[in-house]
């Protein structure tokens, strides 16, 4: 699902304000890290994910890994944070209602 210009501005102000939830390390992206941002991603769409100074990916390769593992896109990279999105399949949550 590829976004539009407008939907990664509205995707990119939610996002400013959430704290990292997913942290890639020294074992850079492995399946407990891909696991993590699975449930993440299924109760919230809209995730912030962080890389240490240990891991030996850039932000934008470890962004790309992990929404590439995990069927998400990526909204944005700053840094060393990113941000990633998946609309999820969950009935009991709020989705984030694209423009």
């Known amino acids: 699902m590829a976004l539009t210009g407008k939907q990664v501005r509205q995707l990119r102000s939610l996002a400013h304000h959430l704290n990292p939830v997913i942290i890639v390390g020294k074992g850079d992206v492995n399946d407990g890290t891909v696991e993590q941002a699975n449930e993440a991603l299924e109760a919230h769409e809209l995730v912030k994910?962080?890389?240490?100074?240990?891991s030996s990916l850039e932000t934008r390769e470890a962004a790309n890994e992990l929404a590439e593992r995990c069927q998400a896109e990526v909204v944005q990279v700053?840094?060393?944070?990113?941000s990633l999105y998946r609309l999820s399949q969950r009935k009991d949550i709020e989705h984030i209602k694209l423009v």
């Open 49 to 54: 994910c962080s890389v240490l100074d240990t």
């Open 78 to 82: 700053i840094g060393r944070k990113f």
